[in-house]
């Protein structure tokens, strides 16, 4: 408005005593309009910490693309020298792994890694491995998945591993093998609500497992066998994705608040308990609401809903700030909503999903029905009315990301840890039986802040100043337990497992917002990875991050090349590689290309028109 206002000026060609009495009245004229608007906040330019622009030269970032590229030939080289064709590398021993299946997760899990990287001899190296697979479960392996394939596992590392490397390089016998196994793992819809089952026998078609799942391994299968069914015309692989939609549409949670639960019964499909988490066993569920809306062209309204209904919920009842330093972060709760204030690692996905989400959506709360929505999402549509809701995922985006960054940065080895706990300011705990301190939801900041005028940064963003530890404390014998207030928190688990959930975040931040700061905080990242976890044959994960040089553990998972270096090489390579509008990541960081159903292919998986 003021620009407007002063080019209106100019075009008159008023005296510079005129232009200066004029441009103090537009001052005050957009000074009133603003201010005359505090019960709706709009946020659409002041969502982000405003920081300088990048003083790095573009040269430095191709050197460190070419960096992680040399770190995924020297992990993926120890696994060809040492552990290929069995499915991991143990980094320290240079033995093996055969975690999943003994097919060769690792290799699988990094095909359409090595299609980016211009890895041309590798991938070549890969194919007759991927030729000779049998996808038969009776190949030894060295843990309990024996005689069967936890099907959540292989679809998101193996089918999803193929179908990306297909899309990336057309290569004929990707398709035939996605679709060989495909075919293979389809037993596992045969429960009677259609939710998959744990495991199944590939040679048999038996499942395996109880009668009842978790979120994330019932629910993280529909990008995957939807982009199947396209790519194979196979209208079984339409309708194994789509059981599980539907099945997630037509359950009632309104006393969830909208939000899908952790535990489900495959027999009567319905859920099996109240706990409420985006973390461990139901992370990946939420993810594919969005996903799968992003993937078929934003045609799936139920999918846009499921979404819709899940982030209001966590907006508005499991969003925490902590209480030295206002950090932004995300809990579990249990039934009457009560919060662990437990923050784990694999969360940190979710500012990406909502930073993925603000970009790529018009995002509205009328795209719900709020009759539908049940006395407690009522509750959170009404509060969460009052905002610009692509502004508040921007808003909540950006204080997550800046908590899971802190979480690296604070640590003496520079390395995350795999579950923290926050605690009260004084870092006293009540007494058994006393109630729990008082912790401070989100939205109630948000509502305080926005009533007040919406001044300053929205609660939980803003620069955060790092605490880290002295040699003294670091020294403690009881490190797990270690209690500095003005830390916030606590370490529940030290470990750090290469896990990739913040760099993916890292990276979806700078892609939507082009702000250079996420891309030298990914750049601390990886020097911390291969400052302390390199090995002579791969990187191995830390058993205690607290330590520099870290304690190694002898394990290097296959989503180490899959996910964690993927995105750190997309996040440092100056072209859009994977262009957000066109592509949709599957839960293990395999992309997969966007799409829309055909007239002749919607008549034949019998796809309902969308309604206006």
Known sequence: MFRACVEHLRARRLSARHLLFTAVGCVLVVTLYYSALPNTVSGSEIWRTIRPPSTTPPHVWKQRAEAVKAAFRHAYSGY??????????????NGTKDNFNGWGVTLFDSLDTMIMMGLNDEFARALPV??????????????????????????????????????????????????????????????????????????????????????AEIASCQVEYTYLALLTGNKVYFENADVVMQGLWKVNLTTLGGML????????????????????????????????????????????????????????????????????????????????????????????????????????????????????????????????????????????????????????SGLGPDVIHFQPRTGEWPARGAPPPTAKLWIDGMERWRKAGARGYPPGLGEKKPVRLTRDEIGSAKLRALRVPERDYVLSRPEYFLRPETLESVYLMWRTTGDPVWRERGWSIFEAIERETKTASGYASSKNILLSPTLLDDDMPSYFLAETLKYLYLLFHDEDMVPLDRWVFNTEAHPLPIFAWSAWEKSKFGIAEPSP
Not at 82 to 92: F, G, N
Not at 358 to 385: F, K
Request: proline content about 6%.
């Open 80 to 93: 060809e020298k040492h552990a290929k064709p069995h499915d991991e590398l143990r980094p320290l021993s």
């Open 261 to 412: 639960p952790r535990r489900w019964n495959l027999a009567t499909g319905y859920p099996g308990d109240e706990f409420l988490t985006v973390g461990a066993a139901a992370d990946s569920a939420h993810e594919y609401l969005l996903k799968q809306y992003l993937l078929t062209g934003k045609q799936d309204k139920q999918a846009l809903q499921l979404y819709l209904r899940t982030t209001n919920h966590i907006f508005t009842h499991m969003l925490y700030l902590s209480e030295a330093r206002d950090l932004l972060y995300v809990t579990d709760t249990n039934r009457n909503f009560m919060p662990s204030h437990n923050f784990e690692h694999l969360s940190c996905f979710l500012p990406g999903l909502l930073a993925l989400g603000a970009d790529q959506l018009d995002l509205s709360l009328d795209d719900l029905e709020y009759e539908t929505l049940g006395p407690i999402g009522q509750r959170s549509y009404d509060i969460l009315r009052n905002y610009d809701l692509r502004a508040l995922h921007r808003w909540a985006a950006e204080g997550l990301a800046t908590t899971c960054w802190l979480l690296y940065d604070e640590q003496p």
């Open 130 to 215: 991927v030729s000779r697979a049998t996808f038969e479960t009776n190949a030894p392996v060295t843990n309990r998945h024996e005689g069967y394939a936890p099907f959540f596992e292989t679809v998101i590392r193996y089918l999803g591993g193929l179908l990306s490397a297909y899309a990336l390089s057309r290569e004929p016998l990707l398709l035939q093998r996605a679709d060989d196994l495909g075919r293979m793992l389809s037993p596992a819809f045969d429960t009677p609500s259609g939710f998959p089952a744990f495991g199944v026998d590939t040679v048999t078609g038996e499942t395996v497992g109880t009668s009842s799942g978790v979120l």
